[in-house]
Every structure is written in C-alpha cells, then in structure tokens.
C-alpha cells in the first residue's frame, strides 16, 4: 500500500536512456520530476522572495541542517511551525544532513563510530552530529523530505578511505532509520527519509553502498559524495552505477548538483532530484546561464545593448530589463543586478528540467537534449 | 493657459495649517501631492525593483545627475530612451542637478563665476559642472523634471559665504533657464525646469532667493541648502520661510528631506515633493519605520516574535512574514532581508504621504499629525 504523506510516481519512462519522469506527493503538494530545488541554506534562495520562487515555477526548497542549527537554531524554525512556515514558502522543503558540511567546513573534526565532532564555523564552539542527533534537528526543522548522515570523503581518496566510509555510512543509516522509524509516526507530519549512498569513484563500493541502503527500505536515496571535486564524466558514471541498483520505485536526488550539462547527464542516468548553489552564486557574480549559453553581464559588449538577456525566457529579468541596464547593474555592483541575474538563473534551471521532462514524456530525451545542449554551444 | 504637459493643480488647502493637497501632471502620468520620491541615484532604488516600487505605491522616483553621467553615462541612459525606459519604470521620474553631490562628496572643487571644477570620486577625472553642461545632461537623461545647478553651503557657513552662494544660484539659474526655454521646445518629450533656493538658515536670504528664482518664472521648485547637518527646527523655518513666499500656484520640492517627522513637518509648511535615501539606506541597515514607532531588527528580542513588523502596513514584507525570520535575515545579513525591509520603508514612506494627504482633503492636518506621532512615540 502506498503511503499516503509520500510517495512517487514514475508517469513515464524514455525510451533513448534511463530518464524518468513522475511526481513526488509530500505533505506540502506535489513535484513533478525531474526536478531542480533551489537552495535556501539559511532558510532563504539567497536575494529571492518566496514569490520569485513561485514566478520561477520552484515547486520545493531545500534547507541545510549545519546552518539552520546555528542560525537562527532549530528550536526557532519549530516554535513558528517549521521551515515552511518560517520563511513563508507554502510548498514542499527538504533538509540535508549537514554532513557534507561537517566534511567540507570544519577544518578540525573527529569522526568516530558514534557520529562526528566539529567546531562550527560560525563561533568555534564543539557540536556533536551523529544520525540520532541529526533526526532530531531534521525533525524540529520540520521539512517534508529529511537526508540522514553520512561520511563524504574528499576527492580523490584511496580505496580503504572510500571503503570506510561507506561501512560507516550503512552503519549510521541503519540507526537512523531505526530512529526515525520510532519517532516518525508520533509526528503530527509525516517526513520522509532519504538515505545516502556514497562510493566514491569505485563502481563496486557504489553498487555495495545501494544495496546497504536499499535494503533498509528508505522512502527516498540521496547520491553522495559527488561534486567534491571529481571530473564530470567520473560524477555522471557514479550516479549511472547508482541509478542501475538503485529501487526503481523510489526517488533518487544527485546531491548538491550541477551545472546544466550535468543535470541533463543527471536526468539522463534516472535521477530525479537535483539541488545546487550554482544559479543563485553565479547570478550574485553577474555569470547567468541563457538559450544560447552562458553570458558574464560584467562583459563590457552589453553596455548599449537594448536585447533582453533571454529571448527565450519569461522571467520578469528578461520580460523588463535590456542587456544594457543589467550590465549597468552588474558593473556597479547593485543588489538589484544580483537579485535579477538571480532569478533569472533558478528560472532558467526550473524550465530546463520542465523541458527535459516534457521530452521524457514524449520519450525523445537524448535527441532533445543534443539539440539544446548544442544551442548553448553555437549561440553568443 | 495651463502647460498642457506639465502642470500642478491644487486640490486642497489644510485651514489648521499651510499644507495643501494636489496633483502633478508629468508627460508619464499624474503624481498626488504631497509625495515622497524613492531616490534612484544609479538608475535603481536600491534593492527593489520596479514591481516592488509599484506595489509600494511610488509614483516617481528621483535620478541622480551626478552618478548617472559616470553609470552608466548620459548617452546610454538616451539611447535606451531615457531614465524610465532604461530602468523598466513606466512612472514619471525626476533628476536632480548633482550639485549636492559636487559639493558634499568632491573634496577638491573650485568654483568659478562659469561653474564649478571637481575631480570625480568614481575615477579622479576633472569634471566641468555649468549651469549649461548640467542641463545637456539632464536633458540626455530625459526625465520629466529636472532641477538646476545650484552652489550648495555646508551648515555652519558664515552669512556672507551663503549670500555669495545665493547670488551665484541666482546668475547660474537664469543661465539654466535661458538654455533651458531654447531648447525644450526642441525636445520630443517636454522636461520640466525647477529651480533651487538657497538661503541657508538666514531668513533674509531665504526671502531674496525666494524674489530672484520666482522672478524667472519656473515650472516649480526646490528648496535646497537643507540636510546639510542642520537641526531640524532650522531646516523647518528655512522651509517655512520659502514656503510662505513662493507663487503658491508652483510645486515645491523639499530637496533630500527626511526623517517621517521631517516629512509631516515639511508637509505642514507647505511642501509638495520630497526626497531621500532613509527610508532604503536604513532598511539595508535592518531599521524600519512603523505605525508603533522606529524598529531595529537586529534586536534579540524579536527572535521569537511570530508577529508581523506592522499590523497596520499592507506591504508584501508585513504580510509574509514574522518578525522572529526579519529578525534571522537581519542577523545573518542575508541580501533578502535588505530588500523585505526596504520595501517596508518605502512602502511606510509612501503610506504616510497617502494619509498624510487624506487629512489635508478633510482640512484635519494637525489634529491627525498630533495623533500619528503620538503613536510612534508611545508604540514600542
């Protein structure tokens, strides 16, 4: 029997590749997928209201676990009845773990088989996550989709690191599991857990991590342990080994990526979910990505250009604004130019998934996407 | 006859006070007065786009000269079409001469009978400010008015410096006006010329400035030499006293003023039209103006505080969100809580001449005044 609170749907498979397209039901409404999430860290998509995240068709917002803890603290985002609610987003969130930060931030930690000790980057002070500790400030945090803890090692990493890690990982997932599956019905909403595979670049520790977690029965898996720093081509072979083993049924999210090539890549080997800092960081840099490829609005041939900055896309940037004033903008370093370039770029990564999923449906993904992807090449 | 377009029609005069209600008629569209103008010193309102300064209820905002010919350049800004086209905002706009900047940001400056010499603080060049140099750039700027050069004392100055300072004003605004009626009629789209009063805090200077501007028969004008560091008391007299003499049928631009009880002061002495950056220069710096008095987010005690900023304010910030999430933008200096909090502001600003101008139309100005201030004092 399907679970009522969560579930997913696959509506359509391509034919060309691995392609799925379906829909997420959560508490907080549905998502189609494949699906983009912008990333609201501090409970916030860096320069953009919850309105330009509805005007860029954002369907669901993702949270992180490490910041929200120490700003503004989980309790905070609980008393004003959650991460939705606190930052007037009416649709569905997910929360990371905060593991991969734990990983990347904190120069000085101890992993033991408890869980990990770090000091925050924020005031030095020592914090303990391990996967109980993590549920419980998932759980106050309150979004629809929560990650469980993980070891993400560095790229590149020996074959024993990687291997540690993912015994670790199987080991932690189990507790949370066994937590989450205690507490979860005494919730007054339901949050699904996503489990996390990592592996690294070795095709055998990736296909043993998916086993370990799918034999926990999760209601989602996470892709670990990518965009750390390895090539492409190693990132998109990772998820494809993933997506091979990985339970057909279920929702599969490429953590923490990617650039556009990489999402369609990421489609292209069955993920489901993405998520990435790329479209907000790059617009507040003035870098934005367009129909004809990726345009630097700092580049002094747009100062007298009256074109807008997509053709082809119907963001209120490009429906208002010339080439010539968001470079203006840009060269003067005004919050405005970051805001524009901002939500021109999370609405550029939500309707490249909405095409690439209008091209599964009608099952012509891989030929759609050379097209477009050569249309990014040969435009400016 | 009345200029067909430009013009200002008096609705209503307050009986408990000089105030007076109106309206601008501009070549984009009609302005209610008394009005507060957004400052767009570059070209944008910092942080809000057009959309947010409609929602706000602005109906025009103010360029500036002085930046605008650095940023973008006053040929870009013509070419796009002007300042309204180039910034997406269809409402009329207005620009002021620069000669505030020249004289407060300009550490070495020299001024001469022709005009004043001043090194730019964007890049070192010499810069040449004529009353004529001002006006070409105004004109290339192509808003719907726009205001002469005038030399601007800092407070304290000497009686005879601002006498010096009032009689240069006077020879560089009849050059202004000169250039001015021999080329507008040449222009596609009518710009309106206002002339500033200088006069500092010396009454008989404020009256002689008053005589030498009114005798050359402007379109409106500007009361200027004020917000220099002054005490409010002064500013207000100084406003009082220009008020008092100018053609009462001409608007009246009170020029970088103010505070909220600045405004209503202003209001009451019989200005039409101000200006300043408070309102988005103090939203960026988390305090905001309210129905219950002066706000700083960045005190703790709003951490938890699941009330709205302002329950009398209608603005997106005020109606989405808690004051515990401004409070986390605030403290996190997230991009996103600069610009929620400057809509607030502009938005208060914006009300506040709105009601401000309803009392005037039932003759109840003071009285209101009275009560409205009362409740900022005693709010919070």
Redesign the interface.
């Known amino acids: 029997m399907q679970n009522p609170n969560f579930n997913f749907t696959i509506l359509s498979k391509d034919r060309t590749s691995a392609a799925r397209a379906g829909i997420l039901h959560t508490p907080h409404g549905d998502v189609p997928t494949p699906i983009f999430m912008p990333v609201g860290t501090?409970?916030?998509v860096?320069?953009?209201?919850?309105?330009d995240l509805s005007d860029a068709h954002a369907h669901i917002v993702l949270g992180n676990t490490y910041h929200l803890r120490q700003?503004?603290g989980v309790d905070?985002v609980s008393?004003?009845g959650g991460l939705s609610k606190?930052?007037?987003w009416a649709g569905p969130t997910l929360t990371d773990s905060g593991g991969f930060q734990v990983f990347s931030l904190s120069n000085t930690r101890k992993v033991t088989e408890e869980g990990v000790e770090f000091r925050s980057v924020y005031d030095g002070s020592l914090v303990n996550f391990t996967p109980e500790t993590v549920l419980g400030f998932e759980q106050a945090i309150g979004a629809d989709m929560i990650v469980a803890l993980d070891e993400c090692p560095p790229f590149p990493a020996e074959y024993n690191d990687v291997e540690r890690a993912v015994e670790l990982t199987a080991r932690w997932a189990d507790r949370f599991m066994k937590s989450w599956r205690q507490s979860n019905s005494e919730r007054d909403s339901y949050q699904a857990a996503f489990l996390v595979v990592q592996g690294g670049v070795y095709s055998d520790l990736r296909k043993r991590s998916v086993e370990q977690m799918a034999t926990l029965d999760p209601p989602g898996f996470c892709i670990g342990g990518v965009s750390v720093g390895e090539p492409q081509e190693e990132m998109i072979k990772a998820a494809s080994i993933c997506c091979d083993v990985l339970p057909d049924e279920k929702p599969r999210h490429l953590l923490g990526v990617g650039t556009p090539h990489d999402i369609l890549a990421g489609i292209e080997a069955g993920v489901d979910m993405f998520d990435c800092v790329m479209p907000t960081r790059n617009g507040r840099n003035c870098q934005v990505f367009t129909s004809q490829g990726v345009v630097n609005l700092r580049n002094s041939r747009w100062?007298?250009d009256?074109n807008s900055l997509d053709e082809q896309c119907t963001c209120?940037t490009c429906r208002?604004?010339?080439l010539?004033?968001l470079?203006?903008?840009a060269?003067?370093g005004?919050?405005?130019g970051?805001?524009?370039l901002s939500l021109h770029n999370i609405t550029f990564y939500l309707s490249l998934v909405k095409a690439a999923r209008c091209a599964i449906l009608s099952s012509n993904y891989n030929s759609w996407r050379r097209k477009i992807e050569l249309d990014w090449e040969t435009g400016t």
């Open positions: 501090l409970a916030n860096k320069t953009l209201s919850p309105a700003h503004p905070i008393e004003a606190f930052m007037g100062s007298r009256q209120y208002t604004f010339s010539s004033y470079h203006h903008l060269v003067t005004e919050i405005l970051m805001r524009l």
